[in-house]
């Protein structure tokens, strides 16, 4: 790195508008991993990228000097093609624990990389975690141990991959420069380019339970993910997707799972499934596994059917050291001390109209299964199962869902969120089309 730059000259530059060198832009990545650049310089400067934004070079500059912070583990020794997929998040998103092992049943090798969930959204890495004995983190050569063996394998971040995200995250997060698309393409893509895959598949979600309120936004988030992606020699796709009402019937950790297994017995929610099939299929013909979605999905279907996509799970778990035997017996997976049917006030008919996914997502904090702050420890047994989606008839016995709670007093508490949730109107209703656009 160049001895001339300061990092208070960098700040004004980008203060007042100008266009970062790819230089400008490595001295930073690395001063904020090896300490040069100070806490409150970094924060100032994240704030003026907040503002004056980076235009499409600069964004990929970023994540490329992101990425070469750390590690950059290589796969090219392993046969196959290496394909993953992120999810931007959003409540009842199980889609990773579905898609991972569907996808290595297909041939694809997947090496996901995910996250841990804060606010009224669930990470991938949570729900693993509920699952008695499973690790999340795993050494580079225990990742790759387990992809070469299994197909798949699911972490969480080490501190060796992308280190300056991991600080720079915790500085956007408490100083209101997190909603800045450059900065999020940025330390998305820099995690995923970090795993030594060849492409990738992007959900990118949208509403009242997503990070992205508007499809405006979500498609904005997507065109520039998309973009690094070639700029990077990765090819991507993103599917805009809808977060207004729960993905599948079941938010939370141990509901989630079970959830997830059963959607590989054949038994899943239909629109859980159709994101998982859309975003696997995707992923298929990036890979190679696939010419169309046609031969795609005809690949999965028979994957979920001869059992070999739960296989693939129950080696997983095995592999990272949990126990697989839950596939079976959900009874060990953490189970809460006491469940609650909601149903609807007496004299109540008529259709679901809406079921807020926001508040849903409030639920599962309220009875502490879910994160305010990084620190926080969650419950893994409690949730929501049994979720009624829109459009479904309801009458005063319907059973709206059930609840799993640890407390009273915060099972109280969720269940009134829940009934806030769920809102109902005398004609029929329909939600809108799950997958709404695709960015290629």
Not at 55 to 70: F, Y
Not at 389 to 413: F, Q, S, Y
């Amino acid at each position: 790195m160049s001895a001339t730059f300061f990092p208070q000259d960098i700040i004004v530059k980008k203060r007042d508008g100008g266009t970062l060198t790819r230089e400008e832009i490595d001295f930073f990545a690395h001063g904020v991993s090896d300490g040069r650049f100070a806490d409150y310089q970094a924060t100032a400067l994240l704030m003026a990228i907040f503002w004056r934004g980076l235009n499409p070079q600069e964004t990929a500059w970023l994540t490329d000097a992101m990425l070469h912070s750390g590690t950059v583990i290589d796969l090219r020794d392993l046969p196959g093609a290496k394909v993953d997929k992120h999810s931007t998040g959003g409540v009842g998103d199980k889609v990773s624990l579905i898609l991972a092992p569907l996808a290595a049943a297909c041939g694809l090798i997947v090496p996901m990389m995910s996250g841990r969930g804060l606010g009224h959204t669930g990470g991938t890495i949570d729900k693993l975690e509920a699952i008695p004995g499973f690790r999340v983190m795993l050494s580079v050569p225990e990742f790759r141990a387990v992809l070469q063996k299994v197909g798949t394998a699911m972490i969480g971040q080490t501190p060796q991959i992308v280190p300056a995200d991991r600080k720079l995250y915790s500085l956007r997060d408490v100083t209101g420069t997190v909603e800045c698309i450059p900065l999020i393409c940025a330390s998305i893509m820099s995690k995923k380019l970090a795993e030594g895959i060849d492409s990738l598949v992007l959900d990118v979600k949208f509403g009242r339970g997503a990070f992205m309120k508007t499809k405006e936004q979500a498609l904005e988030l997507a065109r520039a993910m998309v973009a690094i992606g070639k700029l990077s020699g990765k090819p991507a796709r993103a599917l805009l997707t809808g977060m207004n009402q729960p993905l599948g019937r079941a938010v939370g950790h141990t509901t989630e799972v079970i959830e997830a297994i059963e959607c590989l017995k054949g038994r899943g929610p239909s629109d859980l499934m159709e994101v998982t099939f859309a975003l696997t299929g995707h992923m298929l013909i990036l890979g190679g596994a696939a010419t169309d979605m046609t031969e795609a999905r005809r690949k999965m279907e028979s994957a979920i059917h001869d059992g070999s996509a739960l296989e693939k799970f129950r080696q997983l778990c095995a592999a990272q050291g949990g126990d697989p035997r839950v596939i079976e017996n959900y009874g060990l997976l953490p189970q809460a001390g006491k469940t609650i049917e909601v149903k609807p006030a007496a004299g109540t008919s008529g259709f679901v109209r809406d079921v807020d996914a926001l508040k849903c997502g409030q639920a599962i904090l309220a009875l502490g299964g879910g994160r305010t702050a990084v620190t926080d420890k969650v419950d893994h047994a409690v949730g929501i199962s049994n979720l009624i989606k829109i459009g479904e008839p309801v009458k005063g016995d319907t059973r709206l869902c059930t609840l799993h709670i640890n407390d009273d007093g915060k099972g109280a508490r969720a269940e009134a969120l829940v009934r806030e949730a769920i809102q109902f109107s005398a004609g029929a209703a329909q939600s809108p089309p799950l997958i709404q656009d695709l960015v290629q």
